[in-house]
């Protein structure tokens, strides 16, 4: 049976419902709210046949954690966009596509994880990648982050990365990891085949194992004051330099 859980936002909902409104199980609404923007999201819901519950704010404020909501919370059951890592790359394999996978190693925020499925998304990527430890997890706020990109784009969690990098490199695809001390430009480097692209959290970087079984190190240029940058934008300027490259060629 299909584990369930609680999305919130417009956009997180809206989301599910366009990819698949047979995994939605109840809507809820805030009754009191009458704008454009509930009125369209509600013709939306009710297109796609599902019920609508209209309650009070507080009742939604204790489904939605107390999160901002924006007067939208939806029961759902999780889609399961793939099996396991192997699974995505034999798909990539049969469909002749050159994986791009993003890498997030030591990242516990829900707000960047679901910046970074947006990302990854927007540039093509075919899977985020994090360790079961250390990171913060699939939960409703990355996903009302990710504005509907957590049903698009396989998040998959590994018990141990730096084995789970090895074997992406024993399967034809170069790990690329960002890093501050190296002298190699992200813009220089060769982002056109099989590829797996290693972040770490902001300040702190990767571990160092994660660091040492990368094939490559790049950096990000700097030209101003600020050090780094948080890793939502670090994987926008990895992941789209790759798309760019890849477009191009």
């Known amino acids: 049976m299909s584990q369930s859980r609680m999305l919130y936002g417009f956009h997180a909902v809206a989301a599910r419902i366009r990819h698949d409104s047979s995994t939605v199980r109840e809507v809820y609404v805030e009754a009191s709210r009458k704008d454009k923007r509930m009125q369209d999201f509600i013709k939306q819901t009710e297109a796609a046949g599902l019920r609508i ?3 009070d704010t507080r009742r939604l404020d204790g489904m939605a954690g ?6 939208v919370v939806a029961k759902a059951d999780d889609i399961a966009l793939t099996h396991s890592l192997d699974d995505l790359l034999d798909d990539l394999e049969a469909q002749q596509k050159t994986p791009l996978l993003l890498i997030l190693d030591n990242i516990t925020d829900p707000h960047n994880l679901g910046a970074c499925l947006r990302v990854a998304d927007g540039a093509g990527a075919h899977a985020v990648i994090a360790p079961k430890d250390r990171a913060c997890g ?8 990710a504005s509907g990109a957590a049903e698009t784009v396989p998040y998959i969690t590994v018990t141990n990365l730096a084995r789970t990098l090895r074997e992406l490199q024993e399967r034809g695809l170069r790990v690329i990891g960002t890093a501050d001390e190296t002298d190699t430009s992200i813009y220089t480097a060769d982002l056109t085949g099989p590829l797996a692209i290693v972040l770490g959290a902001e300040g702190e970087g990767m571990r160092r194992l994660t660091r040492e079984t990368c094939d490559e190190l790049v950096r990000i240029p700097m030209a101003g004051a600020v050090e780094s940058l948080n890793v939502s934008v670090a994987s926008a300027v990895c992941l789209y330099e790759a798309m760019r490259q890849r477009t191009a060629r």
């Open 53 to 55: 519950l209209p309650v």
């Open 138 to 145: 699939l939960n409703a706020t990355a996903a009302k982050v």
């Open 66 to 71: 107390h999160a901002r909501h924006q007067g």
